[in-house]
Nanobody
Framework: QVQLMESGGGLVQPGGSLRLSCAAS????????MGWYRQAPGEQRELVAG???????NYAGSVKGRFTISRDVARNTVYLQMNSLKPEDTAIYYC??????????????????WGQGTQVTVSS
């Protein structure tokens, strides 16, 4: 119903920057919130940053002041600008979206969707 396409991951040296993008498409009536999560090997998935339809933003404490989440409402796209990257930021980063879907058949429903993930590696 709704697809999330991520891009922008890769290998970067400590102190470097990366910008992740996530575009949502499909049976979207309204996007209530979008966010970025990450999961390092052997760790649980954790919220990195989230942005709500009213503009409210929240960050994990470990990334405050280094990462910035933003959105392009017209393009159904969310971005994560990551600066001053550290080796501990290494993880698979997943985009998520809470969407009020508008299917061709059936009622509108609010559902959560996930992207496939993009690898971010911070290493010298």
């Amino acid at each position: 119903q709704v697809q999330l396409m991520e891009s922008g991951g890769g290998l970067v040296q400590p102190g470097g920057s990366l910008r992740l993008s996530c575009a949502a498409s499909g049976a979207i009536f309204r996007i209530n919130a979008m966010g970025w999560y990450r999961q390092a090997p052997g760790e649980q998935r954790e919220l990195v940053a989230g942005i709500h339809s009213d503009g409210d933003i929240n960050y994990a404490g470990s990334v405050k002041g280094r990462f910035t989440i933003s959105r392009d409402v017209a393009r159904n796209t969310v971005y994560l600008q990551m600066n001053s990257l550290k080796p501990e930021d290494t993880a698979i980063y997943y985009c998520s979206a809470r969407v009020l879907t508008a299917p061709a058949v059936g009622p509108f429903e609010t559902k959560d969707f996930w992207g496939q993930g993009t690898q971010v590696t911070v290493s010298s």
